[in-house]
């Protein structure tokens, strides 16, 4: 199972931006896909989650204003598009694979896999 998340940069504030992440090694139904975030001095932040098993998608609190998850079956990416960004968004952007095909809330506990990050800035 391989992951790998790219898309990170500098954008102004109130920009939008968008993140993939590419998988190779798994089946798309076995494993669910999620997105995280760390800031500096932060915990690490669950963002939003989506499984091709039951097609459902889940966000964190706060999130799905700002965020939306989508994937390419053709491509094998899952893609984590971000609107109306804030300096505060700033944080490395990761992409996982749990172990269940489904969605669970926003803890990170559930996956195994990680990808490497990509850093997101937003700064004027």
Same mark, same amino acid.
């Given at each position: 199972?391989?992951?790998?998340?790219?898309?990170?940069?500098?954008?102004?504030?109130?920009?939008?931006?968008?993140?993939?992440?590419?998988?190779?090694?798994?089946?798309?139904?076995?494993?669910?896909?999620?997105?995280?975030?760390?800031?500096?001095?932060?915990?690490?932040?669950?963002? +939003?989650?989506?499984?091709?098993?039951? =097609?459902? @998608?889940?966000?964190?609190? %706060?999130?799905?204003? #700002?965020? !939306?998850?989508?994937?390419?079956?053709?491509?094998?990416?899952?893609?984590?598009?971000?609107?109306?960004?804030?300096?505060?968004?700033?944080?490395?952007?990761?992409?996982?694979? +749990?172990?269940?095909?489904?969605?669970? =809330?926003? @803890?990170?506990?559930?996956? %195994?896999?990680?990808? #490497?990050? !990509?850093?997101?800035?937003?700064?004027?």
């Amino acid at each position: 199972v391989q992951l790998q998340a790219s898309g990170g940069g500098l954008v102004q504030p109130g920009g939008s931006l968008i993140v993939s992440c590419a998988t190779s090694g798994f089946t798309f139904e076995d494993h669910a896909i999620g997105w995280f975030r760390q800031a500096p001095g932060k915990e690490r932040e669950g963002i +939003s989650c989506l499984s091709h098993n039951d =097609g459902t @998608s889940y966000y964190g609190p %706060t999130m799905k204003r #700002q965020f !939306t998850i989508e994937s390419d079956r053709s491509k094998n990416t899952v893609s984590l598009r971000m609107n109306s960004l804030k300096p505060e968004d700033t944080a490395v952007y990761y992409c996982a694979a +749990s172990d269940s095909p489904f969605c669970s =809330g926003a @803890s990170a506990r559930q996956y %195994t896999y990680w990808g #490497q990050g !990509t850093q997101v800035t937003v700064s004027s």
